[in-house]
C-alpha cells in the first residue's frame, strides 16, 4: 500500500493519529528508562527534563499526521456546543475534585488509605514549564506552555475523540460490515462499555475514578449531539482547565 492509498483509507485516518500519539508516548518512556533522562544537578536540561522536548515534537509531528487525514473528519453538526462548554467544565471538576480533596483534607501518602484508590493523591509531581527559567528565562517557560498547551488541548482532544467516538462507537455495531453506515453517535451498551473502559485504561490508575466519570459524559454528549465537534469542543474545554488548575496551583501531576 502506498502513501496515497493510506492517505484514502478513512479507518487509518481515524485510528492511526492516535495510535501514533501512543507509539510516541512508549518510546519517550522508555528513551528515559534506558538512561536519557538523568535527574542530576550536573545534567543538562534536555537530559534532566527531557518531556520539555519531546513533547513539542511529539505535537508537532501528530499535527502532521493530523492534517495528511484531514479530509476525513466531519466535526459537524456544531449543535450542542454550549452543553459541551458546560460538560467540560462539570467533568474536569470530577477530574480534579480528588486532588482538592486530599489537600483539603490534609491526607499524607501515610494517612489517605484506603481513598487513594479513589484518586485521592498529591499530584504534585508532574510537567512543570518553570523548570527551563534558569535556562531560558521566561521566553523558555512560555514556549514550554504553549507546546504542553497545545499538546492537551488541541491535539489530545482530536486524537482521542477521533478515534472513540469518531472510530470505536461505529466498529464495534458492525466489525464485519461497512461500519462507516453507522451514524455517528448510534447508542449501545457495548459501545459505552467499551468506549468508557478503554478510555480510562489508557489513564494512570489515580485518575481511573475521574476517566470513568469523564468518559460517561463524553458518551452521553456523543448520542445527544451526534455530534464530533461537541466532543472535541468538551474534550478541549476540560483540558484547558485541567492545564490551568495544575500551573495555578502547581498540580503537575494532573497534566
Not at 500519539?21 to 550536573?42: K, R, T, Y
Not at 482532544?157 to 472510530?167: A, D, N, P, Y
Not at 461497512?178 to 457495548?190: A, E, M, N, Q, V
Amino acid at each position: 500500500m502506498n502513501l496515497k492509498e493510506i492517505r484514502e483509507n478513512k479507518s487509518y485516518a481515524h485510528v492511526v493519529p492516535l495510535a501514533a500519539f501512543m507509539v510516541l508516548s512508549f518510546l519517550m518512556q522508555i528513551a528515559g528508562e534506558a538512561g536519557l533522562a538523568w535527574d542530576h544537578p550536573d545534567a543538562p536540561w534536555w537530559r534532566e527534563w527531557p518531556e520539555q522536548w519531546m513533547y513539542p515534537i511529539q505535537t508537532l509531528i501528530i499535527a502532521v499526521v493530523l492534517a495528511f487525514f484531514w479530509k476525513h473528519y466531519t466535526f459537524r453538526p456544531w449543535k450542542g456546543s454550549g452543553l459541551a462548554v458546560l460538560f467540560g467544565v462539570a467533568g474536569i471538576g470530577f477530574w480534579i475534585l480528588p486532588s482538592w480533596l486530599y489537600d483539603h483534607y490534609q491526607f499524607t501518602e501515610e494517612t489517605v488509605g484506603i481513598w487513594s484508590k479513589f484518586g485521592l493523591a498529591p499530584r504534585d509531581d508532574g510537567f512543570d514549564p518553570s523548570v527551563l527559567n534558569e535556562e531560558f528565562g521566561l521566553s523558555g517557560y512560555w514556549l514550554s506552555t504553549l507546546f504542553r498547551f497545545l499538546r492537551a488541548v488541541v491535539i489530545v482532544s482530536l486524537v482521542e475523540e477521533i478515534f472513540w467516538r469518531g472510530f470505536l462507537m461505529r466498529f464495534l455495531l458492525d466489525r464485519d460490515g461497512d461500519y462507516w453506515k453507522i451514524p455517528f453517535g448510534k447508542p449501545s451498551w457495548l459501545t459505552y462499555a467499551v468506549t468508557t473502559g478503554a478510555f480510562m485504561l489508557i489513564h494512570a490508575p489515580v485518575d481511573y475514578l475521574g476517566a470513568f466519570i469523564f468518559g460517561s459524559m463524553m458518551y452521553y454528549l456523543a448520542i445527544k449531539t451526534k455530534s464530533l465537534g461537541a466532543c472535541v469542543i468538551m474534550h478541549g474545554v476540560a483540558n484547558l482547565l485541567m492545564g490551568i488548575y495544575a500551573l495555578q496551583f502547581e498540580k503537575f501531576g494532573l497534566w
